[in-house]
């Protein structure tokens, strides 16, 4: 059974640090880039950041960039999210996700996602 699992969320003071991991099972991760979004109360769903299959491509959103770091290690088919230097504004429902293809791209078409885990950056 194809599934995803995110974890690692959890309750950071401002400032703080987070690494998020999205495991597969059912599947090897290595022929698809995967992506990381999040979904904070009242907004809508933005990606956050994408990796290729090869690891040859990593792209940032800009309210991330020099912040977050994102990984893959093949043989765990696992995908990270290192986040430091957290704020507010970084609270969210983060979840990883699946291209169905080797590199990332603006289509969500095909993309399979898994059920989140919540990110709380607070005081």
């Known amino acids: 059974q194809l599934q995803l699992v995110e974890s690692g969320g959890g309750l950071v003071q401002p400032g703080g640090s987070l690494r998020l991991s999205c495991a597969a099972s059912?599947?090897?991760?290595?022929?698809?880039?995967i992506g990381w979004f999040r979904q904070a109360p009242g907004k809508e769903r933005e990606g956050v950041s994408c990796?290729?299959?090869?690891?040859?491509?990593?792209t940032y959103a800009d309210s991330v960039k020099g912040r977050f770091t994102i990984s893959r290690d093949n043989a765990k088919n696992t995908v990270y999210l290192q986040m430091n230097s957290l704020k507010p504004e970084d609270t969210a429902v983060y979840y990883c996700?699946?291209?169905?293809?080797?590199?990332?791209?603006?289509?969500?078409?095909?993309?399979?996602w898994g059920k989140g885990t919540l990110v709380t950056v607070s005081s």
């Open positions: 996700a699946r291209y169905p293809r080797y590199y990332c791209s603006d289509g969500l078409g095909g993309v399979y």
């Open positions: 059912g599947f090897t991760l290595d022929a698809y880039a």
């Open positions: 990796i290729s299959s090869s690891d040859s491509s990593r």
